[in-house]
Antibody
Framework: QVQLKESGPGLVQPSQTLSLTCTVS????????VIWVRQPPGKGLEWMGV???????NYNSALKSRLSISRDTSKSQVYLKMNSLQTEDTATYYC?????????????WGQGVMVTVSS | DTVLTQSPALAVSPGERVTISCRAS??????MHWYQQKPGQQPKLLIY???NLESGVPARFSGSGSGTDFTLTIDPVEADDTATYFC????????FGSGTKLEIK
């Protein structure tokens, strides 16, 4: 069945770089895109960036200068790297599979990984 | 950016019918989708394309609307429906609504 699982450090120091991995199973990254979405404690959802099945990427303009998303299809993994972290980047980070066609939405989500930015 | 506006909270009793609204600042055609997020869990897709029920989601959930005004309806509401409900559009770039927290009395 389709599964996604995020992994990465739970604690990152301010100004450092966050590296997260989304490991997927049950589908091919060459056929489906993956989105990263984050959620600060008690707040709403913010999309961060997308890597499509063809390998192209799109980023939220608010994060674009700090964010990079890549993948390794042979490992079924998608990577997120974001630099210059600040306390406001404290959030739960999710990856989700994109189902696209006329429009796109997210049909399977990982459980999320909580990242705290603190010294 | 297309802004999606949701009312912050609702409280209903089990067995009642509840409608959760989402208004877009500009037309998104039928490119509106709904998610349920229970406390401590990841979001779950309920409705896509404004009115299409995701596989495995109970028929108590339904969606309607087009253009700028959309509604998620739960009828009848059950205690397990306690959650925050988010709308999301992908017609004009991508945005999420701020969520409506549903309390079951």
């Amino acid at each position: 069945q389709v599964q996604l699982k995020e992994s990465g450090p739970g604690l990152v120091q301010p100004s450092q770089t966050l590296s997260l991995t989304c490991t997927v199973s049950g589908f091919s990254l060459s056929s489906y895109g993956v989105i990263w979405v984050r959620q600060p404690p008690g707040k709403g959802l913010e999309w961060m960036g997308v890597i499509w099945g063809n390998g192209n990427t799109n980023y939220n303009s608010a994060l674009k200068s700090r964010l990079s998303i890549s993948r390794d299809t042979s490992k079924s993994q998608v990577y997120l790297k974001m630099n210059s972290l600040q306390t406001e980047d404290t959030a739960t980070y999710y990856c989700a599979r994109i189902r696209d066609g006329t429009y796109y939405y997210f049909d399977y989500w990982g459980q999320g990984v909580m990242v705290t930015v603190s010294s | 950016d297309t802004v999606l506006t949701q009312s912050p909270a609702l409280a209903v009793s089990p067995g009642e019918r509840v409608t959760i609204s989402c208004r877009a600042s500009e037309s998104v055609s039928t490119g509106m989708h709904w998610y349920q997020q229970k406390p401590g869990q990841q979001p779950k897709l309920l409705i896509y394309g404004a009115s299409n029920l995701e596989s495995g989601v109970p028929a108590r959930f339904s969606g309607s609307g087009s253009g700028t005004d959309f509604t998620l309806t739960i009828d009848p509401v059950e205690a397990d429906d306690t959650a925050t409900y988010f709308c999301q559009q992908s017609w004009n770039d991508l945005t999420f609504g701020s969520g409506t927290k549903l309390e079951i009395k």
